[in-house]
């Protein structure tokens, strides 16, 4: 079965480094979502991508973030400059074209954390 | 803004049914998801139901959507130790991409 895949399963780094966080989405898939969720806290939405641009995005996802669609396979998360407070588990996820459900596949995450 | 809450944890034993539970505020929500996510792995969809559907049934697992009292349900037939997770409760707008989750429910089984 087709699934989701993110690397690296975690990441240590040190505050004011920059982190690229990398996800497979499903093949067939063509909207892509970054989520995170802070240790203890809800999971929380950060931005969908779609056609080659940011097609929504949440308060979080602030002028430290970026996402890239670098070749026909990888999605990335960048974070610019990290603060203690981006420490958290990020989630990527993919769906087909909307229509029914529009169900989100997710990955298994990368652990992130800032010293 | 959206919010959807959850109880933190529920026990049961094995061979009983779980119910959990999940409240929503959206009144525009119109798909509600359920995802699990077990120790040190990521969210995996189990099922999901539109607002015009009242009940959805998918082997052990039977959703129950109240609309009018915003009011979700995941019971889990037949409950096995493998079902050892938390439970998300999930909603999304139409016109909206972002999913709103829950706090999750962990649901302890006991043999």
Not at chain 1, 30 to 48: A, H, M, P, T
Not at chain 2, 26 to 54: H, V
Not at chain 2, 70 to 78: E, F, P, Q, T, V
Request: include cysteine; glycine fraction near 8%; aromatic fraction near 12%.
């Amino acid at each position: 079965e087709p699934e989701v895949t993110q690397t690296p399963s975690h990441q240590v780094t040190q505050m004011g480094q920059e982190v690229i966080l990398r996800c497979v989405p499903i093949s067939n898939h063509l909207y892509f979502y970054w989520y995170r969720q802070i240790l203890g806290q809800k999971v929380e939405f950060l931005v969908s991508f779609y056609n080659n641009e940011i097609s929504e995005k949440s308060e979080i996802f602030d002028d430290q973030f970026s996402v890239e669609r670098p070749d026909g396979s990888n999605f990335t998360l960048k974070i610019r400059s990290t603060k203690l407070e981006d420490s958290a588990m990020y989630f990527c996820a993919s769906s087909e074209i909307p229509g029914g459900g529009e169900t989100q596949y997710f990955g298994p995450g990368t652990r992130l954390l800032v010293l | 803004g959206e919010d959807v809450e959850q109880s933190l944890f529920l026990s049961v034993r094995e061979g009983d049914s779980s119910v959990i539970n999940c409240t929503y505020t959206d009144s525009s929500s119109t798909y509600l998801y359920w995802y699990k996510q077990e120790p040190g792995a990521g969210l995996q969809l189990l099922t999901y139901i539109f607002s015009n559907m009242d009940m959805k049934q998918d082997q052990r697992l039977t959703v129950l959507l109240n609309k009018k009292d915003k009011h979700l349900s995941l019971r889990i037939a037949d409950t096995q130790t493998g079902d050892s997770a938390i439970y998300f409760c999930a909603e999304r707008d139409k016109g909206r991409r972002a999913l709103t989750f829950g706090s999750g429910t962990r649901l302890q089984v006991q043999p």
